[in-house]
């Protein structure tokens, strides 16, 4: 099924552009329809925050019911703990020296933290266990598992043997986890990923218990996979990008088109070429991302005929097909970003609002923390 268009994201009067507007409404919309999907399944969710890097919106999703949040980095991990979220799992192989050991071990330092962290290597695990050493806890690990992504993962049917190789170290090894990232070379590659975790999580879990080490959590995840693979074994779900949606997820029916609940507002500065419009959202707005199946560096939904042909740093090349309507000159357009949690990451603020009218404009907490 093809999707259908995305609806124009309502922006407010009088923004100063380049802008991140986040709809809070279809924030909130989004937030239940996953929490809805995993508490039917009877898993749990742990949505990932590098998509909005937003306390705010993390606190949105835990309020909503999700179990905890996933962070990549340990950047990020420290703003969310200092945001006052208490349940937080790294689910990246962390390489735990110098100043990432250092700010671990000061958060890890609080009692009141359930903190988890991925591996996938016993020399990753070595590191995390000298980190520990001064300390009577004990650090619970995940390790992770490749269901074809072939990004990071050992090969499912070995996780017994590194597992029971970071439990000899002095690790807890509460699980596993995968990521189905490869659900994004197409539409037609969604399921056969979901499948491919689901099985990649099994073999883990067969291969844990043989030897003797019981598998508590097996979290999968990434939004486009998140619906297919949310039943046993697997445990918890890890989907970061359904809140906000983008032009990918759409494409690739992770998001519904009416769940797009970001634009990035910008401004028609020039129409000096004939055939073309010039906004001043570039690529340090909307980010070089593009997929094989999108057209164009982003949309703009009002105008649907028009394509975001060209980024430079602060110039966005739209043409305009002839016979086409064009947006005029000073005119505020909102764009649909290809991915979004980029995106995210270039504004320090985002403007919130209901119904197009500005709520709120918070920080983008953990912007620039990509370590
Ligand atoms: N888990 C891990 C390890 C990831 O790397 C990602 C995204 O890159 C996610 C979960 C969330 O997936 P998505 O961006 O498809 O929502």
Redesign the pocket.
């Known amino acids: 099924v093809t999707p259908g268009p995305i609806p124009p994201l309502r922006l407010p009067a009088g923004l100063d552009t380049p802008a991140l507007v986040i709809d809070l409404d279809v924030v909130e919309a989004n937030a239940a329809r996953m929490q809805a999907a995993m508490d039917t399944a009877g898993v749990a969710l742990r949505p990932?925050a590098?998509?909005h890097k937003s306390v705010m919106l993390a606190r949105l999703q835990l309020n909503a019911g999700a179990r905890g949040i996933?962070v990549?980095t340990t950047g990020e991990a420290e703003v969310m703990f200092r945001g006052g979220i208490n349940d937080i799992f790294i689910?990246?192989p962390l390489w735990a020296v110098g100043s990432k050991a250092d700010r671990l071990w000061d958060i890890l330092d609080d009692v009141e933290l359930r903190l988890r962290v991925g591996f996938d290597s016993i020399e990753g695990a070595r590191r995390l266990r000298e980190m520990m050493s001064s300390s009577a806890r004990t650090l619970e690990v995940m390790l992770e598992v490749d269901p074809g992504n072939h990004r990071t993962g050992v090969p499912p049917e070995r996780a017994g043997e590194i597992a029971a190789g970071a439990q000899a170290l002095g690790l807890e090894v509460v699980g596993a986890?995968s990521?189905g990232?490869h659900?994004?070379a197409g539409p037609d590659k969604t399921a056969g990923a979901a499948a491919d975790e689901l099985g990649a999580l099994t073999t883990a879990a067969a291969a844990m218990r043989a030897e003797g080490i019981e598998p508590r959590v097996l979290s999968a995840?990434?939004?486009?996979t998140?619906l297919g693979i949310a039943r046993a074994p697997v445990t918890e779900v890890?989907?970061?990008?359904?809140l906000l949606g983008d032009r990918t997820q759409v494409a690739l029916g992770?998001s519904p088109p009416h769940g797009v609940a970001v634009a990035v507002a910008a401004t028609v500065v020039s129409t000096s070429m004939p055939g073309q419009v010039v906004i001043d959202a570039g690529a340090k707005s909307l980010t070089k991302d593009i997929q094989p199946y999108l057209r164009g560096f982003g949309s703009l939904p009002a105008y649907p005929a028009a394509v975001i042909e060209r980024l430079s740093d602060y110039h966005g090349v739209v043409r305009i097909p002839e016979g086409t309507r064009a947006p005029e000159l000073g005119e505020v357009v909102a764009v649909a970003p290809n991915h979004v949690?980029p995106v995210v990451d270039l504004f320090d603020r985002f403007v919130a609002t209901r119904a197009g009218e500005t709520v709120g404009d918070p920080p983008v907490d953990a912007r620039g923390r990509s370590g």
């Open positions: 990932h590098k998509t996933t990549g689910a990246y986890f990521h990232g659900s994004y995840g990434s939004t486009p998140a890890r989907p970061g990008t359904y992770g949690c």
